[in-house]
């Protein structure tokens, strides 16, 4: 990158850089149990900790984000692996943006993980340092791929500067395995109606219509598979990521999740109940904002869960944890301090975006 574009996105980085430092398995189905009885050879996946919704803060001038994941971002052994960071940036309305800037977060570079964009109302606009402008518009994925290195930006659309009006959106960070962090950068634009949406299946088949709200819910599958059907997101280790309505309060669903892999329940909207084992025990309740970190017992790979209120709705995801150590440092995520330091080195010298 020539050291002219270089400077115009000098003071992006550094403020990027001073904030950041303070598979899929085939046959997964989900399936309505019975409010009278479950299957005892059945083992479920209990929750090992609830995040509590943390507090909010800003990202640039246009994202007004809950840290998710909290103090265990970027850490290891805490179940969240493949992903890194959560930003959720819940509903908020926006007025009509009359300066001539869009608001947003400015030129920055990435290397070492995959940004995963959603777009659930409003729309954000994205351009990269390899040739990539595009509008994530309400509904819409963006899974780019920083390999071996990226410098992006992302805000408001102009459309949607013009008019104004509800955002919400969120951004996760996915790690990549060592043998992949230095590969060419890949940018994926998903659309809305290319996400297959399935319908979660009751017991009782003669209740189901084509009426979403007559059965058990929807999964819409981003990324992994659910009951056969695969999502369109390219991935370079086993990551699952599905975007759940649940629009009956009280009604139980259990979701088979494979064993060996992290499981993570995010409440964007609305609360659940979680189960465990134990009939005797209440269960664990996760409120909006708040994220529950599973924990498969031998043989567990039941999640049990219901609605504590109509029309909920949630993000679950997982994926085969990435065993290797996790280094850090603003918009860079490798596995050695050397690997950081010369990330830095490759981004002052333009080598990035090629």
Known sequence: ??????????????????????????????????????????????????????????????????????????????????????????????????????????????????????????????????????????????????????????????????????????????????????????????????????????????????DATSSAGTVRVISGSFNGVKGPAKTFSPVELWDVLLPTKDLIVELPFPESYNCVVFVRKGEINVYGNDESESPDMVGSQAVAIMKGEAGGNVLRLSAKQKNTSLLIMGGEPIDEPIAARGPFVMNTSDEIRQAMIDFQSGRFGR
């Open 1 to 210: 990158m020539p050291t002219k574009v270089l400077s115009k996105f000098t003071t992006s980085f550094i403020a990027l850089l001073l904030t950041f430092l303070c598979r899929p398995l085939p046959g997964i189905s989900l399936s309505v149990a019975s409010d009278t009885c479950t299957s005892n050879s059945k083992m479920r996946i209990r929750v090992s900790k609830i995040i509590p919704a943390q507090p909010q803060h800003w990202v640039g001038d246009g994202f007004h984000v809950f840290p998710v994941f909290g103090q265990y971002a970027f850490q290891q052994n805490h179940g969240l692996s493949p992903f890194l960071m959560f930003d959720y940036a819940s509903p908020k309305k926006f007025p009509v943006n009359k300066r001539r800037q869009p608001l947003g977060v400015g030129q920055h570079p990435h290397r070492g993980f995959e940004t995963v964009t959603i777009a659930f109302q409003g729309e954000v606009e994205h351009a990269d340092s390899t040739g990539n402008n595009d509008v994530i518009k309400s509904g819409d994925v963006q899974w780019m791929t920083a390999g071996r290195g990226i410098i992006h930006e992302e805000y408001h659309s102009k459309e949607f500067s013009k008019t104004g009006g509800m955002f919400e959106m969120c951004q996760l960070w996915v790690n990549l395995p060592k043998k992949h962090k230095m590969t060419k950068p890949r940018y994926q634009p998903i659309l809305a109606d290319s996400i297959p949406a399935v319908k979660i299946p009751t017991e009782n088949k003669e209740e189901e219509t084509e």
